[in-house]
C-alpha cells in the first residue's frame, strides 16, 4: 500500500515537474518576444531619424511598388494558414497540421525570396548599405525582419519532422503554439514596416 501511495506521489511529482518545465518555456519565449520588440523599436527609431540622410542616393520614393505590395500580401496570406494550421491542431488533424504549415513556410520562403530580389535590385542600381545612412537603416530594419521570417520557416520545418514523427502530443502543441504567435508577431512587424517605410516614403 505505502509503495503504491509513493508510486502515485512520484509519477504525480513527475508530472507536476513537466508542467513547470512547459511553462518556464512559454514563458522563456515571451521574454524573448519582448526582447526582439525592443531590437525592432531600436531599428524603427534609428529608421525615422536617418530616413531623410540619402546624401543625394536613392530614396524612399525609389521603392518597386507592386514588389512591397506583393510581399505584404503573401505575408499576410501566411499568417492566415498558420492560424489555420492551429485550428487543425486542436482538432487533432495531424495531416492538415502539416499540411498548412507546409503552405505558410512556402509562402514564408516566397516573402524571402522576393524581399532578396529587391535588394539585390536595389544594390545593382549603387543602392548599397553603406551609400547613406537612409540605406543603412533601412537595410538593418528590413533586413533584421528577414532574418526572422527565415528563421521562422527553418524552424517550422523542424516542427513538421517533430509532428510527423511524434504526433500531436502536449509538447509538440505547445511548440505550435508558439510558432505560430511568432509568426504572427512577424506579420505585425511587417505591418509597421509596410506602413513607416514604404507607404510613408512613396507617399
Known amino acids: 500500500m505505502s509503495q503504491s501511495v509513493t508510486a502515485h506521489m512520484s509519477g504525480h511529482g513527475s508530472d507536476h515537474g513537466h508542467a513547470d518545465q512547459e511553462e518556464l518555456k512559454v514563458l522563456g519565449f515571451w521574454i524573448f518576444l519582448v526582447t526582439d520588440c525592443l531590437l525592432f523599436a531600436t531599428f524603427f527609431a534609428a529608421y525615422a531619424v536617418l ?11 525609389d ?13 499576410l496570406v501566411s499568417s492566415f494558414t498558420s492560424g489555420i494550421a492551429v485550428l487543425a491542431m486542436h482538432k487533432g488533424k495531424k495531416k492538415a497540421l502539416i499540411g498548412w504549415l507546409i503552405v505558410t513556410a512556402v509562402l514564408g520562403a ?18 548599397t548599405l553603406t551609400k547613406s545612412a537612409f540605406l543603412t537603416s533601412f537595410f538593418s530594419l528590413v533586413g533584421t525582419h528577414g532574418v526572422h521570417v527565415s528563421f521562422g520557416i527553418l ?26 504567435l511568432y509568426w504572427h508577431f512577424l ?3 511587417w505591418i509597421f514596416i509596410f506602413t513607416v517605410v514604404y507607404l510613408m516614403g512613396v507617399m
Open 51 to 61: 530616413h531623410s540622410h540619402t546624401n543625394g542616393g536613392f530614396t524612399a520614393k
Open 63 to 75: 521603392f518597386d511598388i507592386p514588389g512591397f505590395i506583393a510581399e505584404t500580401f503573401i505575408l
Open 110 to 127: 516566397t516573402f524571402v525570396a522576393l524581399e532578396i530580389n529587391e535588394f539585390v535590385s536595389m544594390v545593382a542600381e549603387g543602392a
Open 187 to 189: 506579420d505585425a512587424v
Open 155 to 180: 524552424w517550422m520545418i523542424g516542427l513538421m519532422i517533430q509532428i510527423a514523427k511524434r504526433g500531436i502530443t502536449p509538447v509538440t502543441t505547445r511548440k505550435i503554439s508558439i510558432i505560430s
